[in-house]
């Protein structure tokens, strides 16, 4: 018997009966999900609203309590929702994994639940082709990083200047968003593309590229961004063979910017003087958890 004076028998029922209930609110859930498809479809919002995503698990993190580890119970809830994606549309997700890499692979997997059909990709412009094409609903990009011979990153910047209705690809999520010890190395961390815009949730970051002629300064980049509010959290340089006489800058800032957002158009107007600089919002992402916001709250036992 346990301390309570209840046998073992009389647990597991207990615990049988605890299971059903929960599979009954899944079922339950999906039933909604069901709902909230048509009233996208009616409304032509997206299926797939990462920053709504962040925001289910954030209020869920704030209530947890008690000794179910938050890890694994993020975890599931993570399953919960990409299952639910994939009940409203087909749900496709293309990886680039360079050579015999399968982090981005593994952590794609976790996030976007085992139900999720997965191809790998070995070029960059598989995934952006499977993406641009309809093939794929997202595609999965390494994190950007200082002195990539051919960063992916550019490739949005030309896809804004050609297509002047916005309709392009944008970065509209960051992965893992909850990490794992095995994936918590800088490493792992990669960025989702869609065909479609960014969402806001409650904290997000954005991330910026300003083109230059070679005679711009980094500093004088980042000093018009700091005179506007705009405090870069990351700044990454990039010059094409095909574009000697520009330079491209690639920036993180705090907050949810849009492309026509007139903070980013005050900063061209600061940077380039009579005429303004190109600077452009490549997208934003909710930001992730820390390994602490995970670890730093097991086993707390309702204290």
Not at 229 to 240: A, I, Q, S
Request: glycine share 8%; aromatic share 6%; hydrophobic share 40%.
């Amino acid at each position: 018997m346990d301390r309570s004076g209840k046998s073992l028998a009389e647990v597991r029922k207990r615990i049988d009966s605890i299971d059903d209930r929960l599979h009954d609110l899944l079922m339950e859930r999906a039933t909604v999900v069901r709902s909230v498809d048509e009233a996208k479809a009616a409304s032509g919002a997206p299926t797939y609203r990462p920053g709504r995503e962040a925001d289910i698990l954030r209020r869920l993190l704030d209530r947890h309590d008690g000794e179910f580890p938050l890890g694994p119970l993020m975890l599931i809830w993570r399953q919960v929702i990409s299952a639910s994606l994939g009940l409203q549309d087909r749900f496709v997700v293309a990886v680039y994994a360079a050579e015999d890499s399968h982090a981005c692979q593994e952590v794609a997997e976790i996030h976007f639940g085992a139900a999720a059909p997965v191809s790998i990709h070995r070029t960059l412009a598989g995934v952006f082709n499977e993406v641009t094409h309809g093939k794929a609903s997202v595609g999965i990009l390494p994190f950007p990083a200082e002195g990539e011979d051919v960063p992916w990153w550019p490739r949005l910047v030309r896809y804004g200047r050609e297509r002047e209705s916005g309709d392009g690809p944008s970065i509209v999520a960051r992965l893992p968003f909850v990490p794992t010890r095995r994936h918590s190395d800088p490493s792992h961390d990669s960025l989702v593309i869609a065909m479609q815009e960014p969402q806001p949730s409650a904290r997000d970051r954005s991330v910026v590229v300003v083109m230059v002629d070679t005679e711009t300064s980094r500093g004088r980049v980042l000093g018009a961004f700091q005179t506007h509010g705009l405090e870069p959290k990351m700044t990454l340089t990039h010059r094409e063979d095909a574009s000697r006489d520009s330079t491209l800058f690639l920036l993180e800032v705090d907050g949810f910017y849009g492309r026509e957002d007139e903070r980013i158009a005050a900063v061209a107007e600061e940077i380039g003087g009579e005429e303004p600089a190109v600077v452009q919002v490549l997208g934003a992402y909710a930001e992730p958890f820390a390994r602490k916001d995970i670890d730093g709250r097991q086993g707390t036992s309702g204290q």
